[in-house]
């Protein structure tokens, strides 16, 4: 059974960072893309980032260009998504999900997900 255990949310302050890891198991890893995606109550869940399966191609949502870094180590079976002056409005459940190709910006394309880690940023 696939299984994607997401870890590393919590409560913290704007301005400061988080890295939250995932680890899979259960499925082949190495040949395929990892997204991260977000939601917050009563919104749609959104692409934050996607890294291919050998992590040399990335795409990162407008919203965290620049603060947010997405990575992957294939051994370990692990993605990871750093997470740098975090705002108000990064406040969400984040979900990493394995794609059924090798590099995805697509939800659709996404065929398994973890249970997610909520990431609150407040004063």
């Known amino acids: 059974q696939v299984q994607l255990v997401e870890s590393g949310g919590g409560l913290v302050q704007p301005g400061d960072s988080l890295r939250l890891s995932c680890v899979v198991s259960?499925?082949?890893?190495?040949?395929?893309?990892v997204g991260w995606f977000r939601q917050a109550p009563g919104k749609e869940r959104t692409l934050v980032a996607a890294i291919n399966y050998s992590g040399v191609k990335a795409f990162y949502g407008d919203l965290v260009k620049g603060r947010f870094t997405i990575s992957r180590d294939n051994a370990l079976k692990t993605a990871y998504l750093q997470m740098n002056s975090l705002k108000p409005e990064d406040t969400a459940v984040y979900y990493c999900?394995?794609?059924?190709?090798?590099?995805?910006?697509?939800?659709?394309?996404?065929?398994?997900w973890g249970q997610g880690t909520q990431v609150t940023v407040s004063s």
């Open positions: 999900a394995v794609a059924r190709t090798n590099y995805s910006v697509y939800a659709k394309e996404y065929d398994a």
């Open positions: 259960g499925r082949t890893f190495s040949t395929y893309g």
